[in-house]
């Protein structure tokens, strides 16, 4: 029975985000027609006469209502084909793929330093309550929250990489073999996206193990002399977990948007960049496709979160 109830709720949390992709096509669809110019403008020199605009518009189907052209790219999104650019004329999938390495590998090593510092902070302050350490913890993280990513970004690459000249400032010039041989490139970009989600998921935790410390079975755990390493990995860790992943879904669209505003920061080859150099180019389906893809991998990171929450606290059929 409860592995029908996860598998109903994982279709109903799947069906909703794909309603939501779609609503975010839209949008962005909408607002993409709205920028000045079109791919025909772009590519045409200033010589260009009215005709020979016209004639590349319609080469490019630029002429065609914008409902039809949206519903045709949906179409198309359905059978795993993202468009085609308007600018270098090959598929949208390829400046995906010769761009999303880099992003993907910035986001997993951010992953791999928020949760587990996020535990060891939270975990930490909550079992030395009103302490030195706690307050120190709530402290740093409140003002650390309070920092906007590109400002943070700023301050440590003039601190850190042009005043001392310990990290690199700059991914320019970034391959994929020059990052194995300097994965120092990587510590400023991590550093700055890792620095407002630790401080959230932080808070979350410790706010979880104050609540469970003080809860009556755990009370009562404590005076028959259950011991402490046991109370902790049994009791404590796993029920303070909860508002901590939770904290971590409604975050993941703001780790990728970190993300992106971090690889712009530092010039990093990723995804960022070339969304950038679509838009600049009016190239509509780039720009869609790139801002779809986006799009899904924030609403499959909401979507885990949320099925890693129902595991951890199983719903009966009345509470649904």
Do not use: K
């Not at 992709?21 to 000045?36: E, G, R």
């Amino acid at each position: 029975m409860a592995g029908l109830r996860m598998r109903r709720y994982a279709l109903g949390r799947l069906a909703l985000g794909g309603v939501q992709l779609l609503l975010l096509a839209a949008l962005v669809f909408a607002l993409t027609s709205l920028l000045p110019g079109d791919a025909a403008d772009v590519r045409n020199n200033e010589d260009a006469t009215p005709e020979q605009v016209a004639a590349l518009r319609e080469r490019l189907d630029l002429d065609r209502p914008a409902v039809e052209r949206f519903v045709d790219w949906v179409g198309d999104v359905l059978t795993g084909d993202l468009g085609t650019s308007l600018v270098s004329g090959g598929p949208v999938r390829d400046v995906l793929t010769s761009s999303a390495g880099t992003t993907l590998l910035l986001g997993a090593v951010t992953l791999a330093v928020v949760v587990p510092l996020s535990i060891l902070l939270g975990v930490a302050a909550g079992l030395r309550e009103d302490g030195t350490l706690d307050r120190t913890v709530t402290a740093v993280t409140l003002a650390l929250n309070a920092v906007p990513d590109f400002l943070l970004a700023l301050l440590l690459v003039t601190g850190l990489s042009l005043e001392l000249g310990w990290l690199p400032a700059t991914w320019v010039g970034v391959d994929a073999a020059v990052l194995v041989a300097q994965p120092t490139l990587l510590v400023l970009p991590v550093a700055v996206v890792a620095s407002r989600a630790v401080c959230l998921l932080s808070r979350q935790v410790r706010a979880g193990v104050v609540d469970v410390l003080g809860a009556g079975y755990v009370v009562q755990a404590r005076r028959l002399g259950v011991p402490r390493r046991t109370l902790l990995l049994r009791h404590v860790l796993p029920n303070a977990a909860v508002p901590g992943v939770q904290e971590l879904a409604r975050t993941g669209d703001n780790l990728i948007g970190g993300v992106l505003i971090v690889e712009a920061v530092f010039a990093v080859p990723g995804v960022a960049t070339a969304l950038v150099r679509a838009v600049e180019a009016r190239d509509v389906p780039t720009v869609q496709g790139l801002a779809l893809v986006v799009a899904a991998a924030a609403l499959l990171f909401s979507v885990a979160a949320d099925l890693v929450c129902h595991r951890l606290v199983p719903r009966t059929e009345e509470m649904r």
